[in-house]
């Protein structure tokens, strides 16, 4: 899967979970200081990349994932 699907994926995921429109949706956007992402959305999220993925993201790896690129970039990385 390219980044650009893997991305594409997850913007999905961020519209829907935060309802927020597409065009704010940048790799640079962060879960908690743009979203006012709390723990708890933090962790739905991640539960809805691991589901979307078919991957499991350990709690260690889950509190780097601080930008949309970084969530990009771990999914790339963590690839079947």
Do not use: P
Request: net charge negative; proline share 0%.
């Amino acid at each position: 899967m390219s980044e650009q699907e893997i991305y594409d994926k997850i913007a999905k995921l961020i519209e829907d979970h935060f309802e927020l429109s597409a065009d704010k949706i940048t790799m640079n956007l962060n879960f908690k200081k743009d979203l006012n992402a709390d723990s708890i959305d933090v962790v739905e999220f991640v539960l809805e990349l691991e589901d979307t993925f078919g991957a499991e993201i350990s709690d260690d790896d889950a509190e780097k994932l601080v930008t949309v690129g970084d969530a990009v970039a771990y999914v790339q990385s963590h690839q079947k």
